[in-house]
C-alpha cells in the first residue's frame, strides 16, 4: 500500500482531500467519521502498528485530536486528525479498533479532558484520581494553584 | 484499592479466595516508582492494574514554556537513562520543523553517542533484569555488578565529552555542542573492545544456565498482532517477530551510511527480548567503530551560538521526528507558531507505550514471571510518567 | 575429681554454642568476601584493619541496639515467638556432630536422624514468621517456605541417607570412622558417591533457602519474605539461624562425604580439618548462590518432585544392592 493509494482511497472512501509528505499520509476527518477511518486504515491500508495518540488545543477553535498510525510493511504512515469544535470535548474511542490507544486515550483525558466515548475505563492516568484541571490546555496557566494532598 | 481505580483484566478462574498484592510503588523490582495492584489466586496473577504517573512532571508543558535553546537539557530528564537519545528526539523534531542544516561531523557525533548510550543502557537493563530474577543477594547481583562496570566506562566517556554522567546536554539545535577532545576516539575504541568481549562472557554464563532458561523461555509471550496493535518499539517489537527499527525505517542522522543488522527474533518471549538486546550490543559496538572510523572534519554546528535563551526562532509550521532509543522508538511532536517556544510539543515516550502491554500479557502468570517480565519491558518512569 | 555427666555436658554444650555462635558470625564475613571477589569488588574494609575483619561484630552490635518494632496488626505471641522457634533446631543440629572423636556434645546412634529429624523442624518457626507478621509479602513466603521445604526434605534425607547405608549405621562417629584410607571419603565411593554428594548440594541448598532456591526470600518479589516485617534482635536471630543451619549442613556433607576430621598431620589437626572441609562445603554452596538465577515456585517443585526425588530414590536403591551384594557392609 503505497501513498498514492492511500491517498485515492481516502478520497473515495471519506470525500476528503489528504496531504502527503514523503510516506506520512495527513487526514483531517470530521469527528463521526473518526472510528470508522481508524478501523478503515486497519483493515483496508494495513496500518495495524498504532503509534501514538494526542490532542492540540487550538485555543478558540477549540481540540483537535491526532493519531499516528502505521503500516510497518510498506512504510506508510496515515496521520489522522479531526477538530471536536469550539468547546466540545467528545471523541469515538479507537480502543474497540486498537488496543494500544487505551493508554494513549487516558492520557489524553487526563491533560485534555477529550471524552472518549466508549472507552472502557476512562480515568486519568498520570495525574491523581482527584486533580481539578486539564493541565495541557492553553488556559491552564503553569502555576495555576492546585490542591494540597488529601 | 480504591474502587475507582479497580479495573481487572479478568481471565477465567472460578475460585473466589483472592489476594490484592500492591507491588509498588516502592518495590525493589519496580525499576522506579511504578505501582502494580495483583490480584493473585494463590501464586497464579488473575487481573492485574498498572498504576504510574508517580513521576510525573508534565513534560509537555513545560516544554510549551521554555525555549528551543532551553529545552534540549530537560529532555535529557525524560529517559534518564539514555539521555542522549531522548535529547536527540526534541532537537530533531525541531530541525525538522525549521529545516535546520546539520553538518555531516555532528551528525556522525550523534550517531557515536547515541549507540553508546544504547550499550550503556542495555548494560543497565542485563543488570537490573536479572538482579530482578535472581535476587540481590544471589546471581543476580553479581550480573548486575559486571554490568554497572560497563556501564561506568561508557559513562567515563561521556564525561570526558560533556562534563555529565547522565544528563548531559550535548544536542542543541543544528548541531551538537561539545566535539570529541583529544585522545577519546582511541579511549572509546579500547573501552567498547573490551565490552564486546565482555558481552561474551555474559552471555556464556547466562545462556549456558538451565535456570536462567527456563526463567525466560515462553514468559510473558507478545504475539506480533498484540505487539503492533499497542504500539509496542524497539527491542520488545522486535522480539516478537517484526523487524520495525526506525533507524531503518526513517533514516536520520546519517543512519543510511552505516552497515548493521536489525535483530529480529520470533518468540515473543522474554528470552527472544533478551537475544535482540545481546545482538545489539555487538551491533551498536560495530556503529560505534564506523562512526569512529568515518568521522568527518568539520564544523559541529550548522548555528552560531546565542546570547540568549530566546534568539532561536522556528518558523510556523509542524513535524513529528523520531529515533529509536534504548527502549524503541522516542518520538516528539512539535507545532510552532513562529515564537521562540513551541505552541504544542508531544512526547512519545518508548516505555510508556511499552509498559502499556503489561495488563495483557501478566495475567496467568506467576509473581516471579511479573518481576521477570516487567524487567524484560525495560521501563525507564521517567519516560514513563513524563 | 570427676564430674557428674549432665554438669560437663552442660559446659560442652555451652561452649559449643558459643563457639558456633562465634564461627557462624565470621561466616557471613567469609561469603560476604567470597561473593565480593567473584563480583570484582571488595567487600567490607573499613571496620577494622585488615580487611573489615570487624564487620560482623559492628552488624551484630548494631542490630542488638536497633529499634525493635511490632506492627500493630501482627499476631503478637506467634510473631515474637518464631524467631526462637526457627533459632532453636538450627542450634541444635550440632547437638550431635563430633568434631573429633569424643569431642561433641553427644554422639548419638541415631546422629544423622536426629539431625535431620530437627533440622527439618526450622520450617515451623518460618511459618510462625510468616503468618505472625499479618503481611501480604510474609504470607506468600511462609506459603512457599513450607511447600518448598516439604519437597526438599525429602531428596536431603534420602541422599544423606548413601553414606549412612555404606556404613551400616547412624551414628556420627562410625560413619567417620569407615572412611578411614586414602579413598576411603564418600565421596570418592566410584559413581554413587559423587552423586549422592551432587544430591546432597543441591537439596542442602533448596533446605537452607539459598538462591536459586530461595523463594522464599525473593528480594525482588516479596521483598524479603517472612522476614519482612522484623528487625533489631529478632533478625539477627532469625539471621544467625539461617546461618547456623547453612553450617550445620555443611558441617554434616563434610562428616558424611569428605571424611570429617579424617586428614595428615596429628590427631589434634581434625577439628581443623572438620572445619576447613565444612567451609569448603559452604562455599561451593555460596560459590551457586552467587552464580545463578532464582527459579519459580511451580519449577522448584518439579524439579524436586519429578527429577531429584527419583533420583534419590534410585541412587538409594542402588546403594542398597551394593552393600547387599557386599555382603552387608559396603566397604
Known amino acids: 500500500m503505497n501513498p498514492a493509494d492511500a491517498v485515492s482511497g481516502i478520497r473515495e472512501k471519506f470525500g476528503v482531500e489528504p496531504v502527503v509528505d514523503g510516506a506520512t499520509v495527513t487526514v483531517a476527518l470530521p469527528v463521526d467519521q473518526w472510528r470508522e477511518a481508524g478501523a478503515w486504515a486497519k483493515s483496508t491500508l494495513g496500518c495495524r502498528y498504532f503509534n501514538w495518540l494526542s490532542a492540540v488545543d487550538w485555543k478558540a477553535e477549540g481540540l483537535e485530536v491526532v493519531c499516528r498510525v502505521e503500516n510497518l510493511e510498506s512504510g506508510l504512515v496515515l496521520f489522522l486528525r479531526t477538530r471536536l469544535g469550539a468547546g466540545a470535548t467528545r471523541c469515538p474511542s479507537l480502543v474497540p479498533v486498537y488496543r494500544g490507544a487505551d493508554w494513549m486515550e487516558r492520557e489524553c483525558y487526563d491533560m485534555f479532558g477529550v471524552v472518549f466515548d466508549d472507552h472502557p475505563d476512562l480515568r486519568r492516568i498520570l495525574l491523581p484520581q482527584d486533580w481539578e484541571g486539564y493541565p495541557l490546555r492553553k488556559d491552564y496557566a503553569i502555576d495555576t494553584p492546585h490542591a494540597p494532598y488529601r | 484499592m480504591d474502587p475507582e481505580a479497580r479495573k481487572v483484566v479478568e481471565i477465567g478462574y472460578g475460585g473466589n479466595e483472592r489476594l490484592i498484592m500492591n507491588m509498588g510503588p516502592q518495590h525493589p523490582s519496580a525499576h522506579g516508582v511504578f505501582r502494580a495492584l495483583l490480584v493473585l489466586e494463590g501464586e497464579t496473577v488473575v487481573a492485574v492494574d ?110 570526558a565529552l560533556t562534563g555529565a554522567r547522565l544528563l548531559y546536554g550535548f544536542h542543541q539545535i543544528g548541531g551538537t555542542r561539545y566535539d570529541l577532545p583529544a585522545g577519546w576516539a582511541e579511549k572509546a575504541r579500547r573501552t567498547v573492545d573490551v565490552i564486546e568481549q565482555r558481552i561474551g562472557e ?88 564506523q562512526a569512529l572510523d568515518g568521522l568527518p572534519e568539520g564544523a559541529i554546528s550548522s548555528r552560531p551560538g546565542v546570547k540568549s535563551v530566546g534568539q532561536v526562532r522556528v518558523p510556523k509550521g509542524e513535524g513529528y521526528a523520531r529515533v529509536e532509543g534504548a527502549r524503541g522508538e522516542v518520538g516528539c511532536y512539535v507545532i510552532s507558531d513562529g515564537g521562540p517556544k513551541p505552541y504544542r510539543m508531544k512526547w512519545r515516550g518508548a516505555s510508556f507505550s511499552n509498559l502499556a502491554i503489561l495488563p495483557h500479557i501478566i495475567p496467568g502468570h506467576k509473581v516471579a514471571d511479573v518481576v521477570a517480565i516487567m524487567g524484560s519491558v525495560d521501563p525507564v518512569f521517567g519516560e514513563v510518567d513524563r | 575429681m570427676s564430674v557428674p555427666p549432665a554438669v560437663s555436658m552442660f559446659i560442652a554444650a555451652f561452649i559449643l554454642l558459643n563457639a558456633i555462635v562465634g564461627v557462624v558470625t565470621y561466616i557471613t564475613l567469609l561469603e560476604r568476601k567470597f ?200 533478625f539477627a536471630l532469625i539471621q544467625l539461624g539461617e546461618y547456623a543451619h547453612m553450617l550445620g549442613t555443611s558441617f554434616l556433607g563434610a562428616l558424611l562425604f569428605l571424611g570429617g576430621w579424617l586428614g595428615p598431620g596429628p590427631a589434634w589437626l581434625g577439628p581443623i580439618w572438620f572445619l576447613l572441609k565444612a567451609v569448603f562445603v559452604f562455599l561451593i554452596l555460596t560459590w551457586v548462590r552467587w552464580s545463578f538465577v532464582r527459579i519459580r515456585v511451580d519449577q522448584i517443585l518439579a524439579i524436586s518432585w519429578k527429577l531429584l526425588l527419583p533420583a534419590t530414590v534410585v541412587l538409594l536403591l542402588a546403594t542398597g544392592f551394593v552393600v547387599a551384594a557386599g555382603g552387608g557392609r559396603g566397604l
Open chain 3, 35 to 234: 561473593a565480593a571477589r567473584m563480583q570484582s569488588r571488595i567487600g567490607p574494609y573499613y571496620v577494622g584493619w585488615p580487611h573489615g575483619w570487624l564487620q560482623p561484630i559492628a552488624d551484630a552490635v548494631k542490630l542488638m541496639i536497633k529499634e525493635d518494632i511490632v506492627p500493630a496488626p501482627a499476631d503478637r505471641a506467634v510473631y515474637n515467638l518464631a524467631p526462637l522457634v526457627f533459632l532453636v533446631p538450627c542450634m541444635l543440629v550440632f547437638a550431635t556432630i563430633p568434631f573429633a572423636p569424643g569431642l561433641g556434645v553427644a554422639d548419638l546412634n541415631i546422629g544423622v536422624l536426629f539431625f535431620l529429624a530437627v533440622s527439618a523442624l526450622e520450617i515451623v518457626g518460618l511459618f510462625m514468621g510468616g503468618w505472625g507478621s499479618n503481611n501480604k509479602y510474609a504470607l506468600l513466603s511462609a506459603m512457599r517456605a513450607v511447600n518448598q521445604i516439604i519437597s526438599y526434605d525429602l531428596p536431603f534425607i534420602f541422599a544423606a541417607l548413601v553414606p549412612v547405608l555404606l556404613t551400616g549405621s547412624m551414628q556420627m562417629s562410625a560413619i567417620v570412622g569407615a572412611q578411614h584410607g586414602l579413598a576411603g571419603w564418600f565421596v570418592l565411593y566410584p559413581v554413587i558417591g559423587q552423586l549422592a554428594f551432587v544430591a546432597y548440594l543441591i537439596a542442602a541448598l533448596a533446605a537452607e533457602n539459598r538462591v536459586p532456591f530461595d523463594i522464599l526470600e525473593a528480594e525482588s518479589e516479596l521483598i524479603a519474605g517472612f522476614r519482612v516485617e522484623y528487625s533489631g534482635m529478632k
Open chain 2, 50 to 159: 498498572a498504576v504510574i504517573g508517580y513521576l510525573h512532571r508534565c513534560h509537555e508543558k513545560l516544554g510549551e514554556t521554555l525555549t528551543y535553546v532551553q529545552y534540549p537539557s530537560i529532555a535529557s530528564k525524560t529517559d534518564y537513562v539514555a539521555a542522549m537519545t531522548s535529547e536527540l528526539a526534541y532537537v530533531s523534531a525541531v530541525e525538522k520543523v525549521g529545516k535546520f542544516e546539520v553538518p555531516k561531523r555532528a551528525q556522525y557525533l550523534r550517531v557515536l553517542v547515541a549507540e553508546l548510550q544504547r550499550v550503556a543502557s542495555h548494560c543497565l537493563w542485563l543488570g537490573t533484569w536479572c538482579l530482578d530474577m535472581g535476587g540481590a543477594l544471589g546471581g543476580g547481583a553479581t550480573v548486575f555488578l559486571y554490568c554497572m562496570r560497563e556501564r561506568e566506562a561508557i559513562l567515563d566517556l561521556f564525561e
Open chain 2, 202 to 289: 555474559y552471555e556464556a554464563m547466562l545462556e549456558d544456565n538451565a535456570f536462567f532458561l527456563i526463567r525466560t523461555q515462553g514468559v510473558g509471550v507478545v504475539s506480533r498482532e498484540l505487539a503492533e496493535d499497542v504500539g509496542l518499539s524497539g527491542p520488545l517489537i522486535r522480539g516478537s517477530g517484526v523487524e520495525y527499527d526506525v533507524r531503518r525505517a526513517e533514516p536520520y542522522s546519517s543512519y543510511g551510511d552505516f552497515d548493521f543488522k536489525v535483530p529480529v527474533e520470533t518468540a515473543g518471549d522474554c528470552y527472544a527480548r533478551y537475544r535482540v538486546r545481546m545482538q545489539e550490543f555487538r551491533e551498536s559496538i560495530k556503529i560505534v567503530r
